[in-house]
């Protein structure tokens, strides 16, 4: 007979991880990142308005997708070594510098970890960029990169939208209706849509409730 009390309990003490949808493209002139807010342990929601757009730097943000607390610690001790490299070089860290920092604690740390990590930002000598390090911690530098459990629903709908050197609108449109996707399809995934807008000029946050979101066939 099931046992809704044992079963509830039992998902509240599960790891929390975030169950989640998290995208990022590159346009003319920078990136956008965007993820949904839905943060779960096991089956029970525990957080529907989770900020997942982590800074790193002035012009550089992670999202995280994984066990919350893993993802956490990371980005906190990369933020914690950019600063120090900033202050010491007199100079702010590249996007690839900072990815680079990931990969090292994903890489030597692997066996330990259930993290996966989107780094992307601009920065003055490769513009906007956006690096991949999967579970493992490879790297990869691409023009767009999904993650979390959604990611899954939105492989046909990027090889069909995506397309190279995208306006700030496009991007923005690509970004929103994939989450959107994700969000219908996946119970990992839910809640509002948050973006950020990382260009020369700094970064621009935004956000879409949830009664605001439209699918990408309603556009």
């Not at 990027?158 to 995208?166: A, I, R, S, Y």
């Not at 973006?195 to 605001?212: E, F, L, M």
Request: hydrophobic share 35%.
């Amino acid at each position: 007979m099931f046992n809704f009390e044992k079963e509830f309990l039992s998902d509240l003490n599960k790891e929390v991880k975030t169950g989640t949808t998290v995208m990022a493209v590159t346009f003319k002139g920078g990136v956008i990142i965007a993820a949904d807010s839905r943060t779960s342990s096991g089956s029970y929601a525990v957080n529907r308005v989770t900020d997942k757009l982590t800074p790193v730097h002035d012009q550089i943000y992670c999202l995280r997708s994984g066990s919350a607390a893993d993802t956490q610690i990371i980005s906190s001790y990369v933020s914690y070594y950019t600063n120090m490299f900033s202050i010491e070089e007199g100079s702010k860290p590249t996007v690839k510098k900072a990815a680079h920092m990931f990969r090292e604690f994903l890489y030597q740390n692997k066996q330990y970890l259930h993290a996966a990590i989107i780094c992307a930002g601009w920065d003055p000598i490769e513009g906007g960029s956006v690096y991949s390090l999967p579970l493992g911690g490879s790297i990869v530098k691409q023009p767009f990169a999904t993650g979390g459990s959604g990611s899954t629903y939105l492989y046909g709908y990027c090889d069909m939208n995506f397309k190279e050197n995208m306006t700030e609108e496009e991007a923005e449109k690509f970004v929103t209706y994939g989450i959107t996707e994700a969000i219908a399809r996946d119970g990992g995934s839910g809640g509002i849509v948050r973006k950020a807008i990382i260009d020369k000029n700094g970064v621009r946050r935004k956000t879409v409730y949830g009664n605001k979101l439209k699918k990408f066939w309603e556009k």
